[in-house]
């Protein structure tokens, strides 16, 4: 009743000149608060959720364009170097987005569950991470010397190569994955996967000795960042400095380069996504998905398709590994755990598998509930610990509360918990994939009848 209701009142407002009004007005809602309070996460949710007005809302589509342009180029970097934490989220948004719609090629396109998808991640990572640091002369010239000590093996220029770079090597790695668990399916091949993933963590770990490429548990750094040009600094003071309150840094700038970056590479794969969605690969893929024997009997080439998605998934995630670690500076294999593959796994889950807005809806909502809401209630519950507040009714006193109880302990449980809800009211996702639409509305037309 709530749910039609709620519908009846969203069609309302989504014709004419409402929707472009609303998008206006919740984006100038955002960016006012934000500007404001640039410290409030309520602020901030309400800033990040204008980017979903933009796609529920039926306005015109260059008025889209603008507005999205816009907001992702003018209004995020400005807010975003006012308070430097919010951009940090943003960007921690676009990469796990990133990793998301490549996982949603393997799992939602295909329906390959791969539960080692971070390994592509680590790939892309640890190869700018060895050629652009100084891990190079210390495994082959100085194997006592301080890295600080040694220049680095390439200039920052080298990382654009070898963002293109990585997308090779990382599908390569994918299409190696994907012989060997060409005959597997299910629980089995989710098995394989999960091997592989922490093969590549164990690797990174131990590959110290005897001959040191990864330095073991300690990582890799520094590693190089991207050359950017000094006068970017300049030209982006004088134009926003007012707005922003005080002077930009270098160290300002290259989060706004590197958030630039991972907004492109997002653009590039939802329409390489989408393009492949809807052409004869992408309809083999979701053939492969429901039924490999009759895709087989069609003449589908299974062994090309599954090779296929494991190449692609891959070669996204490892294009944002060499983000990640340019932009870190620093690696180490516990950045690629099991449980970041399962954190990408629920966000395409959660997101609506097979749907690429859902996708990106998944990596933004798992995202803000780990670095925002999450640690946002963890820290407001310290420093209640550290005052005198009490709770009248009971007469409870704030200090004596248990840290076990602080909420950013339980994010799994969190995540384990709405999976169940979702699995439960809403199976095909927050935003359902278009043929699981109208697969979802044949099945309620069979069960009413």
């Avoid at 955002?30 to 796609?55: E, H």
């Avoid at 090597?169 to 098995?191: E, H, N, Q, S, W």
């Amino acid at each position: 009743m709530i749910t039609t209701g709620f519908r009846q009142l969203f069609d309302r407002f989504n014709h004419g000149l409402w929707p472009c009004a609303i998008i206006i007005g919740h984006t100038l809602l955002g960016t006012f608060l934000v500007y404001s309070t640039p410290r409030s996460s309520l602020a901030f949710l309400a800033l990040v959720s204008s980017f979903f007005s933009l796609y529920y809302f039926k306005a015109d589509t260059r008025f889209k364009i603008v507005a999205g342009v816009l907001l992702a180029l003018v209004v995020i970097p400005v807010v975003g170097v006012r308070n430097i934490f919010y951009l940090e989220v943003i960007f921690q948004i676009c990469v796990f987005a990133a990793l998301a719609l490549g996982l949603n090629i393997v799992v939602g396109f295909a329906g390959l569950l791969d539960l080692g998808y971070v390994a592509f991640y680590a790939v892309g990572a640890y190869l700018w991470a060895f050629f652009g640091s100084q891990q190079f002369y210390v495994l082959h010239f100085a194997p006592g010397t301080q890295p600080s000590n040694l220049p680095f093996l390439l200039p920052g220029d080298a990382f654009y190569l070898f963002m293109f770079l990585a997308i090779i090597v990382a599908a390569i790695t994918g299409v190696f994955l994907g012989l060997p668990v060409l005959r597997l399916r299910g629980d089995y091949l989710a098995i394989v996967t999960l091997g592989f993933g922490e093969v590549i963590r164990v690797l990174a770990n131990n590959l110290d000795k005897p001959l040191n490429f990864t330095n073991g548990p300690q990582g890799i750094t520094p590693i190089q960042r991207p050359t950017m040009p000094e006068p970017l600094v300049d030209s982006f003071n004088n134009v926003f400095g007012s707005l922003i309150g005080h002077q930009a840094s270098i160290a300002d700038m290259y989060n706004v380069m590197f958030y630039f970056l991972a907004l492109a590479m997002i653009i590039v794969i939802i329409f390489v996504t989408r393009r492949i969605d809807d052409s004869k690969i992408g309809r083999a893929w979701t053939a492969v998905r429901e039924d490999e024997t009759a895709a087989i009997a069609m003449g589908i080439p299974l062994v090309r398709m599954k090779l296929a998605a494991f190449a692609m998934g891959a070669s996204f995630a490892g294009v944002m590994g060499v983000l990640l670690a340019a932009s870190r500076t620093f690696i180490s294999p516990e950045s690629f755990s099991f449980m970041q593959s399962i954190g990408v796994l629920t966000m395409v889950i959660l997101g609506g598998s097979g749907s690429i807005p859902g996708a990106i809806l998944g990596a933004a909502t798992v995202t803000l509930l780990n670095l925002q809401i999450l640690q946002g209630f963890s820290l407001y519950l310290s420093e209640l610990r550290q005052s005198d507040a009490v709770i009248p009714l009971i007469n409870f006193a704030w200090r004596d509360l248990s840290t076990q109880l602080d909420p950013a302990k339980y994010q799994r449980l969190l995540f384990g918990l709405i999976l169940i809800l979702m699995m439960i009211f809403r199976p095909g996702g927050l935003i359902p994939a278009k043929r699981r639409k109208r697969r979802l509305a044949g099945e309620e037309a069979v069960t009413e009848q």
